[in-house]
């Protein structure tokens, strides 16, 4: 059986009007892009093309996304949920997806988030842009060049090296903790971020 059986054997809950509301995500950024409704023709038509097709309330008809713009999206997965009567539809997006030309329709940027990691780098851009060495340890080490920055990342390395073989798993979190932090600096005195380190990963993957 392939996916596409799968998906013909789907249970889906309609509503009234015979329509089922589909939560649209990036496939990779996993950020949610729009919500649009479908009815069992433009589920059908978005399995059998591989473009996500709504059925449109105001034209009341059905309508590929991008047909005019180019703007499509390219199906990856479908799931419903727990009670059938909705829909998460996971895609590869061409170009911005909402009408207005922003990445989603809450005008969110379209991008990858790393959690907690993403907002430390966006700590460590800010406060090495304010420069205040008197205050920041970030702007303090970044004022002594990228070779300080470095020098640092292998002092924290060896740190968590040792710790690692010891028996202290506190103090190994600590040292990796630092580790990292350290090594998101070093990445961006170099100019990147974690999303090329993401990048080099996946090419790499088989």
């Not at 009670?83 to 990445?103: A, E, F, M, R, W």
């Not at 702007?139 to 060896?158: D, M, Y």
């Not at 350290?182 to 990147?192: D, P, R, T």
Request: proline share 1%; hydrophobic share 35%; net charge negative.
């Amino acid at each position: 059986m392939n996916r596409n059986d799968n998906y013909r054997i789907m249970t889906i809950k309609y509503d009234q009007n015979g329509l089922v509301p589909a939560i649209i995500q990036d496939a990779t950024t996993r950020k949610v892009l729009m919500l649009g409704y479908m009815n069992e023709a433009s589920y059908k038509k978005t399995i059998e093309t591989k473009k996500v097709t709504f059925f449109s309330r105001s034209k009341q008809r059905l309508w590929t996304k991008g047909e005019e713009s180019g703007n499509f999206l390219n199906l990856v997965d479908i799931k419903n949920d727990c009670d059938n009567d909705s829909l998460l539809i996971q895609v590869n997006p061409v170009g911005p997806t909402c009408h207005t030309g922003t990445d989603t329709c809450w005008k969110e940027e379209n991008v990858s988030s790393y959690g907690f990691l993403s907002t430390l780098e966006n700590v460590i851009t800010e406060r090495v842009a304010n420069k205040d060495t008197q205050k920041s340890y970030v702007a303090s080490l970044f004022s002594k060049g990228i070779n300080k920055v470095a020098q640092k990342v292998g002092e924290e390395a060896v740190e968590t090296v040792i710790e690692a073989m010891d028996d202290n798993d506190e103090l190994f979190l600590y040292e990796s903790a630092d580790l990292l932090f350290h090594y998101l600096m070093l990445l961006q005195a170099k100019g990147f971020t974690l999303k090329d380190i993401e990048t080099e990963l996946k090419g790499r993957h088989k």
